[in-house]
């Protein structure tokens, strides 16, 4: 663990305290096997205890996890053979979103995500995953390509939002991202959406109009950010954890609403703590999915698709 | 300081005096006389209202609220509202400096309206239309379920009777009190425009100040034609959040409708005065 998380440090406590606690056994031939394995149980206990419990501010920061694995990673460790298909053919390759064809358990997926870097060299590259206009078509492009042939889609997010910026603007933020959730609504092939990290507004929707939209379990998915909601309504960024609150975004409080399918578990400490099987349970779900969506007409896929979202809202009828 | 950046200087003092300036409307409302917010003349308020909200002297357009637009648009008497019935709740309890239920309420009071959007058919120069019309004196017209429910609702009344679309924006974007459901509302109104698109149907925007955010990001600019009233600030980022993130000086004339014209953002920025005519010109040339 390189990166600790201020929730996290009790737990570090405890581990070196088992390290000590062996040194000391090697060194004096001591048998102090019996607290090592207490201490362990300990430090196990209090860390399933803590993840269970983790407030939403807690879990933000594990969305963040700068060590989380970000979409290239997910591809690496989930498919084979990923070709990966560039540009918006207008000029730009917005490498924020990243997209191809690839095989999954030997089948071919159109697979497309918003990528993120570990490294100040990378999170330039891909501008901390905030997608420009461009980024938007070009997964729309990947999206038709995959609606000709056949190929069912799945989608990765995890960004802080679209990129707020004068080209971005210029170019039509706003109506890529809608034209993105109006086209999605049409496309006859099964579409899979996982929010991997972080879901910030509509510049993660502008991927996630799909059959089954599913969180990995500490990724959260809000109409703002919560300090961009604190810094409005209580008009103090520093609020940002009564706003993650009031806002809703963990995947349990989404799952209540109807906005989501289905909740991945991650495993112990966080997707960071092991890529492996974090992938592994995606894949899986991924998998499962798109077995019972196979299934469907094209009719009755892009009805039920319809459906979906049209029961999304909550009013009363006076 | 060139000419030039004095014009420029002194058009960025008076499009930020325009945020406050709605305030200004308001607390003069009783009065008869209001001050144009952008040249400082006095106008009569039944003048004013007489040019359709648009001062007499330097044609800067007020901000106008839904039951204005649609007196301004639609034929005499045409309008019959829909969907009325469609309030809102508070589905996640939200209370930040103040409860979403005590905001509902004040909106209510304020306006006088159920919610920020008024759905219903109406008549454009003989055109029959259906048609969304957002109010952004109510909670700065977000977009929470009501709104998302009743412009999907008359989309969907457009498509059983084949009628065209026309939705006139005015909004902060989503409403964040109702957090994610409200970013449902855009994948909700987006697929509706969606199945207008399949069937053929003729759907119209006409964006108004201000237009942004979510409505920018869903129904707002799926327009098969989009019009921009003259003057109108429209965008998906807010000026502060690029100012913020760029931190750079934007130009003054920064997502006005006339700079989305420039960079083919829209299809047509229109004067007030002209949009009925505009409207019915547009809905006559596609026979319907």
Same mark, same amino acid.
């Given at each position: 663990m390189?990166?600790?998380l201020? =929730?996290?440090?009790?737990i570090?406590e405890?581990?070196?305290k088992i390290?000590e ?7 004096s031939g001591?048998?102090?096997?019996s607290?090592i ?7 196990q ?8 419990k ?7 920061q594990?969305a963040r996890?700068?060590?989380?694995p970000? =979409?290239l990673?997910?591809?690496e460790?989930?498919?084979e053979d ?6 918006d053919r207008e000029?730009?390759?917005d ?5 191809g064809?690839a095989?999954m ?10 990528q993120k870097?570990k ?7 891909y501008?901390?995953g905030?997608?420009?206009p ?5 997964a ?5 390509h995959?609606d000709k !042939?056949? #190929?069912? #889609?799945?989608?990765?997010i995890?960004?802080?939002?679209a990129y707020p910026?004068?080209k971005?603007?210029?170019t ?12 999605m ?7 899979? %959406? ?9 510049g993660?929707l502008?991927?996630a ?7 990995l379990?500490?990724?959260?998915y809000t109409v703002?950010?919560p300090?961009?909601c ?5 008009r103090?960024a520093?609020? !940002?954890?009564?706003a %993650?609150e009031?806002?809703?975004i ?7 609403l109807g906005?989501?399918?289905?909740e ?7 997707a960071?703590?092991?890529?492996k ?6 894949k ?6 798109l077995k ?7 009719k009755?896929?892009?009805e039920?698709?319809?459906?979906k =979202?049209r029961?999304?809202g909550r009013?009363?009828?006076? | 300081?060139?000419?030039q950046?004095?014009?420029d200087?002194?058009k960025?003092?008076q ?7 709605m305030?200004?409307?308001e607390? @003069?409302?009783?009065g008869?006389?209001i001050?144009?917010?952008h040249?400082? &003349?006095?106008? $009569?308020k039944?003048? $004013?209202?007489e ?6 002297h330097c044609?800067?357009h007020?901000?106008?609220?839904a039951?204005?637009?649609i007196?301004?648009?639609f034929d005499e ?6 969907f ?6 508070d589905p996640?309890?939200f209370?930040d ?13 304020k306006?006088g309206?159920?919610?920020?959007v008024?759905?219903?058919l109406?008549?454009?120069e ?5 048609a969304?019309?957002?109010?952004f004196?109510?909670? /700065?017209?977000?977009m /929470? &379920?009501?709104?998302g429910e009743k412009v999907?609702r008359m ?5 059983a $009777?084949?009628l065209p679309m026309?939705a006139v924006?005015? &909004?902060?974007g989503?409403?964040?009190?109702e957090?994610?459901l409200s970013?449902?509302q ?5 697929c ?7 069937a053929?149907i003729?759907y ?9 955010g979510g409505?920018t990001a869903?129904?707002?600019t ?12 429209i965008g998906f980022?807010g000026?502060?959040v ?6 750079q000086?934007l ?9 989305l014209?420039?960079?083919?953002q829209?299809d047509?920025?229109?004067k ?6 505009? $409207?019915? @010109?547009?809905l ?5």
């Open positions: 390189s990166i600790v201020d =929730f996290e440090k009790p570090v405890i581990q070196k390290d606690l062996k040194k000391m056994s090697e060194d001591m048998d102090l096997e607290q394995k207490d201490f362990e149980k300990q430090a206990d209090y860390k399933k205890e803590l993840y269970s983790l407030k939403p501010s807690q879990k933000l594990i996890h700068q060590e989380r970000k =979409f990673d997910f591809v460790l989930m498919c990923f070709i990966e298909l560039h540009g000029g730009t390759d490498r924020a979103i990243i997209g064809l095989k358990d030997g089948k071919p997926v159109m697979i497309i995500g918003i870097g490294t100040t060299k990378e999170n330039l590259e501008n901390f905030m997608p420009q461009q980024g938007y078509r070009k729309l492009r990947l999206f038709k995959a !042939f056949n #190929i069912p #889609i799945v989608t990765l995890d960004t802080p939002g910026g004068i971005a603007e210029e039509g933020q706003g109506s890529a991202i809608a034209v993105n959730l109006r086209e609504s049409k496309l006859t092939v099964p579409i899979v %959406a996982i929010i991997t990290g972080e879901g910030c507004s509509g993660a502008g991927l109009v799909a059959d089954r939209v599913m969180m379990e500490h990724a959260y703002i950010s300090e961009g604190a810094s409005i309504l209580w103090d520093s609020m !940002f954890a009564e %993650a009031a806002l809703k963990t995947s349990k409080d989404l799952l209540e906005i989501i399918d289905e991945i578990p991650e495993p112990l400490g966080g960071h703590a092991d890529y099987a974090t992938a592994d349970s995606m899986a779900s991924i998998l499962k999915a019972e969506l196979k299934k469907l007409s094209v009755d896929l892009k039920q698709r319809y459906e =979202f029961a999304m009013f009363i009828e006076g | 300081m060139t000419i950046e004095w014009f200087k002194r960025q003092a499009i930020e005096r325009r945020a406050k300036d305030k200004g409307i607390d @003069n409302a009783a008869l006389w001050k144009c917010v040249c400082d &003349s006095q106008i $009569l039944s003048e $004013l209202e040019n359709l909200m648009v001062c007499p044609d800067y007020f901000r106008i609220n039951r204005t637009r007196s301004q648009l008497g045409s309008f019959e509202e829909l009325k019935n469609v309030l809102p709740t996640l309890n209370v400096t103040e409860s979403y239920a005590e905001r509902l309420k004040k909106a209510h009071e306006t309206l159920d919610e920020a008024i759905t219903g109406g008549k454009i003989g055109h029959k239309i259906a969304a019309i957002m109010d004196d109510y909670m /700065g017209g977000s /929470g &379920s009501v709104v999907t989309m969907e009344k457009a498509l $009777l084949k026309l924006t005015s &909004s902060g989503a409403r964040m009190q957090s994610a970013l449902m855009m994948a909700k109104t987006s509706a425009v969606g199945r207008l698109d399949e053929g003729l119209i925007n006409l964006l108004t100040e201000p237009t942004f409505i869903s129904f707002g799926l327009g098969d034609i989009i019009i921009a009233e003259q003057g109108a600030r980022a000026r502060r690029i100012e913020q993130t760029i931190r000086k130009p003054s004339d920064f997502q006005t409708a006339e700079y014209l420039k960079y083919g829209v047509i920025v229109s007030r005065k002209n949009l009925r005519k505009t $409207l019915a @010109n547009i006559d040339m596609h026979g319907v």
